[in-house]
Each structure stands twice: as structure tokens, then as C-alpha cells.
């Protein structure tokens, strides 16, 4: 399973600002992205367009060898997205996935079981009478549930408190298997830094930074260091602690990445 962006142009109609400009990605199997950027430069559109809810102006998004935008029932059965914006119908669980899990083959009601488990919420839920972080909760597990091959999400730790931030990341690792790919789009870099396998961050100019974390910890450190300590900084920021920097790694040990520091450094460099 691969998804391959070649050359997408996008903007909306009646607009004649390009949200998306000659976007090239490829992303395989077995591997969690997070896909950042500041506002307004197309990653929610760029889910969209990899889910088939908009077709791009040019160029070209395959999914497993078929154009996305087709919407194939077959390809269809393979992704989920998970919107920032959502409603959930004013319906009982159990009525709920009685009604949307037969669209996915590989849906797992055990799997759904342990996710609801995991963020503490019991099986026997009546949607409409839950809060909106509560909605989020079960979306995201039935999502899991379907098991998907392609599993997009957008800002999906907004309007969580901080112990259901954590319960999220236990829950996308225990469900995360070899032949997935899931895309988290979101301006909480810290709430999925643990997670991610790959690094994908977007301007208007089009992909800016395009890395795997492990070849990001293998060429860059990110630490605390004294304004004596500057020589080979490529990129830092004052705090409490003293300066936050990136440096490239060198001789020195393994840290652990900085997020937020590694979308500041490229977006002010690149940009």
C-alpha cells in the first residue's frame, strides 16, 4: 500500500489563490506522518484530496494504483478520514456501527472494544448525549476499528485534556500494524512527537521538509545550550532553560526531537 502525490496543483473555485502548487509526497506503509504547516497552506485540503473528496486541478493522487478522486467503492473501503469538524447522529453506539461498519470488511468490534477501553468510555453510549471531546473519542475509535489501510486525521487531539492526549497515543500505537499508513495533520506538534515515524511539512511554496525521524536523529540534536555554546547552531530560540537549539549531531549522543523547534528552524530557513 503507497500513496503516491505527484505534481498536485488545488485551488477552490471561484478562487484564483493556489492552495496546493506542484505537491510531490509518496507515502508508504508502516509509517505515521505528521504533516504540519502554518494556516492556509492546504493540509487539510491535502487529506481531502487523498481521501477523493476533491480532485486536484492537476496532477495526480494514486492510491494503491488508483486515482483517488475516482472514489471506487473498492478504494474507499481502504481509507478513513477523521475531519477536525465533525457530527455524530443522535443514535446509540451499537446503532451507530450497525449502520457504518459494513462499509469496512476488516472492521473489528473487539478492536473498537479496547479503544473505548483505552480512553475510558463504556461501550453502551448514547451519542448525542456526549461532550464534544467525547464525540472525538469514539470517532477516533471506530476509525481504529475499521482498520483501513489509510487512516488520515486532522487536528485530531484538539479539545482534548491532557491524560486523553496520552490515551491517544497509546491507542494509535497499539493499533498502528506493518501494513498502514496513518497521516496526522495538527498544529499540536507536542502531542504527537512520540508517535511519528515520518516528518512532512508544507508552506504556499509547496513541501519544505520531507524526513523520516530517524534520519532526523541521526543528522540533527536538539538541546539546551549556553550563548557560549553557539558555534555550530543552525537554529535557536531563548527560554528558561537557555538557548533551545538544533544543531547538526556530529559525534554527540542521540536526542530526542523537538517538534516544534525542528518546524520553526525550517519554516524560518526555508520559507
Known amino acids: 500500500m503507497n500513496v503516491n502525490i505527484e505534481n498536485v496543483d488545488f485551488r477552490y473555485k471561484g478562487s484564483s489563490k493556489e492552495v496546493l502548487n506542484h505537491l510531490s509526497i509518496n507515502l508508504t506503509e508502516n509509517k505515521i506522518y505528521g504533516l504540519l504547516g502554518k494556516n492556509g497552506v492546504g493540509k487539510s485540503t491535502l487529506l481531502n484530496i487523498i481521501a477523493g473528496l ?49 462499509f469496512y470488511p476488516d ?23 456526549l461532550s464534544m471531546g467525547q464525540k472525538k473519542k469514539v470517532l477516533m475509535s471506530f476509525a481504529l476499528a475499521t482498520q483501513t489501510k489509510i487512516l488520515l486525521m486532522d487536528e485530531p487531539t484538539n479539545g482534548l485534556d491532557i491524560p486523553s492526549k496520552a490515551q491517544f497515543r497509546r491507542t494509535i500505537s497499539r493499533c498502528m500494524n506493518e501494513d498502514r499508513i496513518i497521516v496526522i495533520s495538527t498544529h499540536q506538534v507536542h502531542d504527537i512527537e512520540q508517535l511519528l515515524d515520518h516528518v512532512v511539512i508544507l508552506s504556499q511554496k509547496g513541501v519544505l521538509f520531507d524526513m523520516s525521524t530517524e534520519d532526523i536523529s541521526r543528522q540533527y540534536v536538539f538541546e539546551y545550550r549556553s550563548p557560549q555554546d553557539m558555534g555550530d547552531v543552525i537554529y535557536a530560540e531563548p527560554s528558561l532553560q537557555g538557548n533551545a537549539v538544533m544543531a547538526p549531531r556530529g559525534e554527540r549522543g542521540e536526542t530526542q526531537i523537538n517538534l516544534e523547534l525542528l518546524f520553526n528552524s525550517v519554516t524560518s530557513i526555508r520559507e
Open 54 to 102: 476533491l480532485k486536484p486541478n492537476n496532477g495526480k493522487v494514486m492510491v494503491d494504483g488508483e486515482e483517488s478522486w475516482k472514489r471506487s467503492p473498492a478504494l474507499l473501503q481502504k481509507i478513513f478520514l477523521v475531519t477536525e469538524d465533525f457530527s455524530l447522529p443522535n443514535v446509540t453506539l451499537a446503532n451507530y456501527v450497525k449502520m457504518n461498519a459494513p
Open 107 to 129: 472492521f473489528s468490534q473487539s478492536m473498537l472494544n479496547d479503544c473505548l477501553r483505552e480512553f475510558e468510555l463504556p461501550q453502551e453510549l448514547k451519542l448525542g448525549e
